[in-house]
């Protein structure tokens, strides 16, 4: 049972979202990651909800806010339907993130388990912007660091019997804050936001959406 709890709460998008798991010290710039992408497409996308938003109108935050909306899309996705190709997860993650999903969603498909239904996101709140672009082999790219309250009260996570296997005390909501980053950002301000670490917020719970 306690496998199958880290396995909710873990995990993207948003997902339930890789949250300790994959939790990194996001006060230091994140390691270098792969470059290359894949495309996202799927014939039955998960709806997300729309969740207020306090962020700045600047391009950077902007295009940094809808990645992260689409990175827990994307990892819903992949926990619902194995067969799914892992490699989606290049489209949304970069870095310890993408690592991170790649292990708990490969462990969950071993396990036989995957998820029905889907996250949505309660809260959304920009907390900074760095557009330093000194030096990706160190990390020093731009990055949008955003703070998400995900919500899991519509996810289950179901064995090969289809029953549940999630724990009945699991908290419905928790606080993950992002580093949303963009290692090419000179060729693609716009499209080249991946995220690229998230760490856990001890933080009063939001309000389900």
Do not use: H
């Amino acid at each position: 049972m306690a496998f199958a709890r880290t396995n909710l709460r873990l995990a993207t998008a948003g997902l339930v979202v890789a949250l300790s798991a994959c939790a990194t010290d996001t006060a230091s710039p994140p390691g270098p990651g792969p470059t290359s992408t894949a495309p996202t497409t799927s014939a039955t996308q998960p709806s997300l909800t729309q969740a207020p938003t306090t962020e700045p109108p600047d391009p950077a935050s902007a295009a940094a806010t809808d990645l992260l909306r689409r990175y827990f899309v994307v990892i819903d996705q992949l926990r619902s339907k194995p067969s799914r190709p892992i490699r989606k997860l290049k489209s949304v993650a970069i870095s310890t993130q993408l690592s991170a999903q790649q292990r708990l969603i490969e462990s969950q498909r071993d396990g036989g388990l995957r998820q029905s239904g889907s996250t949505s996101i309660a809260m959304l709140t920009v907390q900074s912007v760095n557009l330093d672009n000194s030096d990706a082999s160190v990390g020093k790219v731009p990055t949008v660091q955003i703070d998400v309250c995900y919500d899991v009260s519509a996810v289950d996570i179901l064995d090969k019997k289809g029953e549940s296997v999630v724990d009945p005390d699991r908290p419905d909501t928790g606080w993950v804050r992002y580093s949303v980053s963009n290692y090419r950002f000179e060729a693609k301000p716009q499209d080249g936001w991946r995220v690229a670490s998230g760490v856990d917020l001890e933080q009063p719970p939001c309000a389900a959406s």
